[in-house]
């Protein structure tokens, strides 16, 4: 792994904040931590190590999802994620220990095990982005004791992927919101970030435990100045929602996704 610590060069720094600057742009639009799209440019840019680039992606996706929220809140008040706290509630009880384990998987797989992983799910996570944000708000796939279950299997699974890519989970929790409960797509991308940022705590905390948790200390102007980036981004993505269409961005980001997993899959 490349060591990018305080002796590297400027031009590490710079493409640090452009790139969590232009990823923390689409966390403010749409809802998402952006770390599907941050996780190859860690490895394949940065050369981190699976391992250490997926807990360096996590502690960025928190900044990411944090700082999206309130931003959002002019389009997307806090009181609406208020009134639907249970669905927030239904997803978080399967998505808090799906984190946990999901987390606990990572730090025992092999790094080239692991690259496999994510390049399969960043697949998966494309074609969610084509077929799932097509959907419009409507009724709800299920209602009463089975819409509940479906709540916590799914949480659970998301939990999972979120703890193995470092993400928020945000591609997946908004096919689910507008899917499975039936919420508008921009209360499910702030819905979203609502059950992103306790799941991610909880994944974070798993992998303190972790000796690659050391990656964080030993790349900490790194760590600033993509955090710096990201909550810029999220601040000028929060002012684009609205404005710019999803049917014609989340194909590209989709595109975007595939070419990131050929290139995490070729990894050595």
Do not use: C
């Not at 399967?94 to 799910?121: D, H």
């Amino acid at each position: 792994m490349t060591d990018l610590t305080t002796d590297k060069p400027a031009a590490n720094s710079v493409s640090a904040f452009i790139g969590g600057g232009v990823i923390g742009v689409l966390g403010g639009l749409i809802g998402l931590g952006g770390a599907e799209f941050r996780l190859p440019l860690l490895i394949g840019l940065f050369k981190f190590a699976a391992l250490e680039a997926v807990i360096l992606n996590k502690a960025m996706s928190l900044v990411v999802v944090a700082s999206a929220l309130p931003f959002r809140a002019a389009t997307v008040p806090f009181g609406s994620i208020a009134d639907h706290w249970q669905i927030v509630v239904n997803l978080l009880a399967g998505s808090l220990f799906g984190a946990w384990f999901g987390a606990g998987w990572a730090t025992r797989l092999k790094s080239e095990t692991l690259y496999r992983v994510i390049s399969a799910l960043l697949v998966g996570i494309a074609l969610v982005l084509v077929f799932g944000h097509d959907a419009v708000a409507n009724q709800p796939f299920l209602t009463g004791t089975a819409q509940v279950f479906a709540g916590i299997v799914i949480g659970f699974a998301i939990g999972v992927v979120a703890s193995l890519l470092g993400v928020a989970g945000g591609e997946l929790l908004i096919p689910t919101l507008v899917l499975l409960f039936g919420a508008d797509i921009k209360l499910a991308g702030s819905l979203s970030l609502a059950v992103s940022l306790p799941t991610m705590i909880v994944g974070f905390t798993r992998y303190s435990r972790d000796r690659s948790f050391s990656v964080l200390g030993r790349n900490i102007r790194f760590v600033v100045v993509m955090a710096i980036g990201s909550v810029i981004g999220t601040f000028l993505g929060g002012l684009l929602l609205g404005v710019v269409p999803g049917a014609y961005l989340l194909p590209a980001l989709a595109v975007i996704l595939m070419i990131s997993a050929v290139k995490v899959w070729r990894h050595r």
